[in-house]
C-alpha cells in the first residue's frame, strides 16, 4: 500500500511558473513508476506526465512537453512537477499516482493522492 500526498499548488498568473511536490509513504517508494494527472471541471482526467522507479525514463503529454519537467528523490520518497510558462489551459486538480508500469493510462496506476488545485490567471 502506497499513500500519496500533493502539495505546492496555488494561483499564478500566466506565463509564471510553480513547483508540485509528492510525498509517499508505505511500501517502498523506489519501486514504483509515479505519474501526473489532471483534470479541469467537468472534463476528464488526462496525463500529464510518468517517470520511472530509477528516474532513466520519463513521459510527456504533448500539451506540456518542453514546458514541465517531471522528477524524483528517492531519497526523500518525493516526485516533482516543474512547471514553467504557465498557461490559463493548464488550470486544473492535478493528482500524483503510483503504480508498476510506465504507461499513461489511468488504469495503470493502483494508488492516488487526493489533488492540488493549479489556477493561471490572465
Known amino acids: 500500500q502506497v499513500q500519496l500526498v500533493e502539495s505546492g499548488g496555488g494561483l499564478v498568473q500566466a506565463g509564471g511558473s510553480l513547483r508540485l511536490s509528492c510525498a509517499a509513504s508505505?511500501?517502498?517508494?523506489?519501486?514504483?513508476?509515479m505519474a501526473w494527472f489532471r483534470q479541469a471541471p467537468g472534463k476528464e482526467r488526462d496525463f500529464v506526465a510518468a517517470?520511472?522507479?530509477?528516474?532513466?525514463?520519463?513521459l510527456y503529454a504533448d500539451s506540456v512537453k518542453g514546458r514541465f519537467t517531471i522528477s524524483r528523490d528517492n531519497a526523500k520518497n518525493t516526485v516533482y512537477l516543474q512547471m514553467n510558462s504557465l498557461k490559463p489551459e493548464d488550470t486544473a486538480v492535478y493528482f500524483c499516482?503510483?503504480?508498476?508500469?510506465?504507461?499513461?493510462?489511468?488504469?495503470?496506476?493502483?494508488?492516488w493522492g487526493q489533488g492540488t488545485q493549479v489556477t493561471v490567471s490572465s
Open positions: 499516482a503510483a503504480g508498476s508500469r510506465l504507461i499513461p493510462a489511468q488504469k495503470s496506476y493502483n494508488y
Open positions: 517517470i520511472s522507479w530509477s528516474g532513466g525514463g520519463t
Open positions: 508505505g511500501r517502498s517508494f523506489r519501486n514504483y513508476a
